[in-house]
């Protein structure tokens, strides 16, 4: 059963940072893709970055390229997502996502296992 714990959101300031942990459990992962999505109030789920397991290959969403940061560690099983210098506008609910092959995909309907969310809200 792949379980995934998202922790680390919280209020913070327009400019700042934070880090988003993601652990995951359950299996092996080594061939997994791995994603952050995020989902303000009314809004739909869109993808912010992404990462293959296997070679730590990633992909990021236009609007956070050069500001977040997405890395894995295989002894912790664990996904971060760093998010500097941080907008107003980026509020919402970041969940983790898997799914069990080394595609990255932005569309949502592509992960099988979700987190239960981590709310992060940037004040301005």
């Known amino acids: 059963q792949v379980q995934l714990a998202e922790s680390g959101g919280g209020l913070v300031q327009a400019g700042g940072s934070l880090r988003l942990s993601c652990a995951a459990s359950?299996?092996?992962?080594?061939?997994?893709?791995m994603a952050w999505f995020r989902q303000a109030p009314g809004k739909e789920r869109e993808f912010v970055a992404g990462?293959?397991?296997?070679?730590?290959?990633?992909y990021y969403a236009t609007p956070v390229k050069g500001r977040f940061t997405i890395s894995a560690d295989n002894a912790k099983n664990t996904v971060y997502l760093q998010m500097n210098t941080l907008k107003p506008e980026e509020t919402a609910v970041y969940y983790c996502a898997a799914r069990p092959d080394s595609n990255v995909y932005t569309a949502a309907r592509y992960y099988s296992y979700w987190g239960q969310g981590t709310p992060v809200t940037v004040s301005s």
């Open positions: 990462i293959r397991w296997a070679d730590r290959l990633t």
């Open positions: 359950g299996r092996s992962f080594s061939g997994y893709a």
